[in-house]
């Protein structure tokens, strides 16, 4: 069985938590307002790649060989990533951000409930389809969304799905193999696509330190945070916080970019939240 009792600093794990996803969603504004400058291409290849080498630098990870078995796993893990990072970034282009990550998140949350089959589990199907089918661009008094982002936004949720499917094949590699091998695959996929289409202006001081921003807030910080809560915290408790990305993140597109949601927008986000949220709350242990 699954051990519920609460770790001691229980609040403060949960307020890393929180902290990860105000960090992962000021990110998220913040390389939306480089996009002019270098495009979507460019600031992914600055996030991902600046990513890349701050987490080589950490965790060195050639100083263990990985096993042949394990490289097509990781091959698949770090370019489900890089793709998952570019499509996401493709879909915050044409639509606000509080709904691509709502959208995105659809693809962890059927990874999720696709491991059960009891009843309970069909009504946040239901209820993470309703929030779907509001936000789709077929209904312009909800305030239409760009069919094409909401595309990329779906894309970004079956990359997500994928990645935290291969993810756990991968998982056993010691000595932080994992992420950073598969962020040096995600940025050998995403790097060479930035430079084809931004050039050199990704050389420039402003944008690599805006860039080193991104990576920071966006990656470094939030895994950090999350790996601290997830060896303390149990994992419905982790995943009902990590629920509130959307949330934070349409407060983050407001706040930074003037994005605002329509009341029928805003109810598509709870829906998902809800669906997120109550499937971690009745998920079993073996699941989790």
Known sequence: ??????????????????????????????????????????????????SALLLLALWRPWRTRIARRDVPNLVVYGGMLGLMN?????????????????????????????????????????????????????????????????????????????????????????????????????ALLTVPIGVAHAGAALASPAVLLAGLAVAVLSSALPYSLEMAALRRLPGRVFGILVSAAPAIGAMAGHVMLGERLTALQWGAVVCVMAASAGSAATASAARQ
């Open 1 to 50: 069985m699954e051990d519920t009792r609460q770790p001691r600093h229980a609040p403060l794990f949960a307020l890393a938590v929180m902290g990860s996803l105000v960090s992962q969603n000021v990110g998220a504004a913040w390389a939306k307002s480089l996009f002019p400058l270098v495009g979507t291409e460019g600031v992914t290849a600055l996030r991902v790649g600046l």
């Open 86 to 186: 570019l499509l996401i970034y493709k879909a915050f282009e044409r639509i606000p951000i509080g709904l691509a990550i709502a959208i995105e998140v659809t693809g962890p949350l059927t990874v999720v409930l696709l491991a059960s089959r009891r009843p309970a589990d069909f009504a946040w199907v239901a209820c993470a389809v309703t929030g779907l089918a509001l936000l789709l661009p077929i209904d312009a008094r909800g305030g239409t969304l760009d069919p094409v982002g909401v595309g990329f936004a779906l894309g970004a949720a079956v990359c997500w799905a994928m990645y935290i499917t291969f993810g756990k094949r991968v998982s056993a590699l010691g000595g932080g193999q994992a992420v950073s091998g598969g962020m040096l695959v995600a």
